[in-house]
């Protein structure tokens, strides 16, 4: 387990969400995420951009027949990141819930 740590890059809402969704798997497409999360072609580039310049996403595209399909994947570096900031996230949670 990683470490716990808060990272300004992970915490913004979207980009949480993000990172959630693509650590179950190996990679999504770019429209499945964008209908998760609920944001316009725009919006995610954004994001993904912000987590591509940390070296916590990679963006894959691939010809399908006329049009080109987009793929994002956590690194591993994406992972460990993810893992911290859930960690420091709980360790926040439950401080809160413990009484004094």
């Not at 990272?7 to 959630?20: F, G, K, S, T, V």
């Not at 998760?36 to 916590?56: F, N, P, R």
């Not at 996403?57 to 990141?81: D, F, H, M, Y």
């Not at 926040?92 to 819930?97: C, L, S």
Request: aromatic share 4%.
């Amino acid at each position: 387990m990683s470490a716990a740590a808060f990272d300004e890059i992970i915490h913004p809402y979207n980009r949480l969400q993000i990172c959630a969704m693509l650590s179950p798997v190996d990679s999504l497409a770019f429209s499945t995420v964008r209908d998760a999360v609920g944001l316009s072609d725009s919006a995610l580039s954004k994001q993904v951009k912000a987590l591509q310049e940390a070296g916590y996403v990679t963006l894959r595209k691939e010809p399908l027949n006329s049009r080109v399909r987009a793929w994002i994947a956590l690194t591993p570096k994406g992972r460990k990141a993810l893992a911290g900031h859930l960690a420091q996230l709980r360790l926040i949670a439950d401080a809160a819930q413990t009484p004094e």
